[in-house]
């Protein structure tokens, strides 16, 4: 089982710039979400999906858009990157009941300079 | 809110020695306590939990008891090893859809 996948591994962008980080599940997991984590600060929740075309917002969702159209996937979008963006990132997915047993992604590590 | 508070690190042990990380948590209700481990270069994954007062979560031969009278959720092993070098996240689940993390606590074990 591949579980969550996040793509890309690394990334450098310019302040202004735009990208999508990507994440896929192929558990057929309901709930999704988006955490970065910063030295000294833990995970922060920025935007989470109980299902396919439901989103709210975390802890910290300024400056990201995201959408749910289909189950496996939830891609996060930068509108305009700015240096306080750079961070690790990643995405998470868990089921039902037990939805606080949660499977992590390897992560995205961009630098926005 | 809920929140959850880790000791500071790094913690630095020889291999062999006992390990006691210390988490305790803020929440209202009753929430399920969970440790979460980062090795190098991965993302998190669970190493144990506990849903109700007094249970002992255990794996890997790392073990915490959920005490609500001390709102604690410390995590030991009697003999660590240098592949438990990690970071290590205390976190909290409460009624809602979210999980509240610590800071994180880095372990690193010499041989």
């Known amino acids: 089982n591949a579980g969550v996948t996040q793509t890309p591994k690394f990334q450098v962008l310019k302040t202004g710039q735009s990208m999508t980080l990507q994440c896929a599940q192929d558990m057929n997991h309901e709930y999704m979400s988006w955490y970065r984590q910063d030295p000294g600060m833990g995970l922060r929740l920025i935007h989470y999906s109980v299902g396919a075309g439901i989103t709210d917002q975390g802890e910290v969702p300024n400056g990201y858009n995201v959408s749910r159209s289909t189950t496996e996937d939830f891609p996060l979008r930068l509108l305009s990157a700015a240096p306080s963006q750079t961070s690790v990132y990643f995405c998470a997915s868990s089921q039902g009941e037990t939805k606080n047993i949660q499977y992590f992604g390897a992560g995205t590590r961009l630098s926005v300079l | 809110g809920d929140s959850v508070t880790q000791m500071e690190g790094p913690v630095t042990l020889s291999e062999e020695a006992f390990l006691t990380i210390n988490c305790t948590y803020t929440?209202?209700?009753?929430?399920?306590l969970f440790w979460y481990v980062q090795y190098p270069g991965e993302g998190l994954q669970l190493l144990l939990k506990a849903t109700k007062a007094d249970d002992k979560g255990s794996n890997k031969g790392f073990e915490a008891t959920y005490r609500k009278e001390t709102t604690s959720f410390h995590l030991e092993k009697g003999s660590v090893q240098v592949s438990d070098s990690a970071v290590y996240f205390c976190a909290l689940g409460s009624s809602g859809d979210k999980l509240t993390f610590g800071t994180g606590t880095r372990l690193a074990v010499r041989p």
């Open positions: 929440a209202t209700g009753y929430p399920s």
